[in-house]
């Protein structure tokens, strides 16, 4: 963008949703940094509510008692996509959240339709406040939280492509055993009542089985781009 362009170019809400091992977390930082927009990993935050969850011994097995709490903990995103962060109650938690315990509790935590409102109202104050615009990442952004988005994409690619990304990810993670809990999660975040995964009408679906994370950027940024344009 030229200098003294800026002002006139108006902030551009861009949603990209899709499961996990698909490139979303790097497409999305990538794209706001080269962009110049703002970047927020809803994910991180329902990790974080987990981390908060699992942390104060909250029974999860019981939606009744997690919904109890959704709202007591304070969750806050840092939006540069050059170091994104997050704290819980003044804590960084961007490490915490990636273990294997939330991981394998994020789900049973998120399907909580208490704990989703919470978390929603946060992420669309979060873009509500982005001067220049923002690239939300997700699994329900372009259908729930930001349905009114200025561009929506969202990112697919093979089991077996995702959990060989996925694992190269998770230091020493058995490939079958990556792939087998991919699947189950697709499955649980599909089917919840609330928010489920899905693909919203009017998004640009983008197959990233054969692309290299630098195309997907090339592709997703083409597509914003094309959007400021008005094209």
């Known amino acids: ?10 902030p551009v809400i861009v949603a990209i949703d899709g499961p996990s091992g698909t490139g979303k977390s790097s497409t999305s930082k990538a794209v706001a940094a080269q962009l110049g927009l703002s970047y927020l990993d809803t994910g991180a935050q ?8 699992v942390t104060n011994g909250i029974d999860l097995e019981d939606p009744t008692a997690i919904a109890a709490v959704a709202g007591k903990p304070e969750i806050v995103s840092g939006t540069d996509p050059a170091a994104p962060t997050i704290t ?13 315990e939330v991981t394998s509790k994020v789900s049973a935590v998120s399907a909580v339709p208490e ?3 919470r978390i929603t109202e946060l992420q669309r104050s979060l873009a509500a406040g982005a001067e220049q615009g923002i690239v939300v990442e997700g699994r329900d952004i372009g259908t729930t939280v930001l349905p009114d988005a ?9 089991p077996e492509a995702r959990a060989a990304r996925r694992s190269g990810e998770l230091k020493g993670a058995d490939l079958h055993t990556t792939r087998e809990a991919l699947i189950k999660r697709d499955a649980a975040d599909s089917s919840r009542k609330t928010s489920p995964l899905a693909k919203a009408d009017d998004a640009v679906e983008v197959d990233t089985t054969e692309l290299t994370l630098a195309q997907v950027i090339e592709c997703v ?6 959007k400021r344009a008005g094209k």
């Not at 030229?2 to 170019?9: D, L, S, V």
């Open 46 to 53: 329902y990790r974080a509510i987990t981390w908060w969850m």
């Open 88 to 100: 819980v109650d003044g804590v960084d938690v961007a490490g915490p959240i990636r273990t294997q």
């Open 1 to 10: 963008m030229e200098n003294g362009a800026a002002p006139t170019a108006k």
């Open 221 to 226: 940024v083409t597509l914003v781009e094309e």
């Open 115 to 117: 704990v989703r409102t």
């Open 150 to 158: 200025d561009l929506k994409i969202f990112l697919t690619a093979s």
